[in-house]
């Protein structure tokens, strides 16, 4: 079993408003992003640290959290958006504090890693940074392809295919 304990999210509240240079109105429309992010993202991180604590291995690690990642983003119609977005066009300042918010949910795919070369299922290269950013940026992308093509098709429907995929990569 995979034991990972999710950290508290930080309030970067006070930063946010003091950093911000622009108008009121767009002060208030970020801040309100940032909040609403801020909620339901510690909530979905909750959920995947919850997730992952019900499996018995890695690769189950590896299933749980891309599925939650899927279906949470797939049913969620606001929060995909500001998850996909927000991260690539907001002032510097909002994606500090958005990344901040999600930097427990970066620790759980690295830890689930570790357990994998731990159990001897998962190869010990490519190195934790890199494999965290290819499961995460490979979930990431997915994402913003299925808003991008209008939430045409199923998010959840893809798990299977992406998960293995991972494991391919991911297997000793």
């Not at 109105?25 to 609403?36: D, E, Y």
């Not at 949470?72 to 690539?88: C, D, H, S, W």
């Not at 504090?97 to 357990?115: F, M, N, S, T």
Request: with cysteine; charged share 25%.
């Amino acid at each position: 079993m995979v034991e990972v304990s999710p950290k508290e999210v930080p309030d970067h509240s006070a930063s946010l408003e003091a950093g911000t240079q622009e108008s009121a109105t767009s002060n208030l429309a970020k801040w309100g992003s940032v909040q609403i992010s801020r909620t339901s993202l510690g909530d979905l991180i909750a959920r995947f640290h919850a997730g992952v604590r019900e499996t018995e291995s890695a690769d189950e690690a590896i299933r749980r959290i891309c599925a939650l990642h899927y279906s949470e983003l797939g049913g969620k119609v606001a929060l995909a958006p500001v998850t996909q977005i927000e991260l690539r066009q907001s002032s510097l300042e909002l994606r500090k504090a958005i990344g901040e918010v999600v930097k427990p949910y970066i620790r759980l795919i690295e830890e689930v890693r570790r357990q994998g070369v731990a159990e001897g299922t998962f190869r010990a290269n490519p190195d934790v940074k890199l494999t965290r950013l290819l499961l995460f940026g490979g979930m990431d992308e997915a994402v913003t392809s299925w808003l991008i093509a209008g939430r045409k098709y199923s998010l959840a429907a893809q798990v299977d295919k992406t998960v293995e995929f991972f494991l391919q990569g991911l297997r000793s």
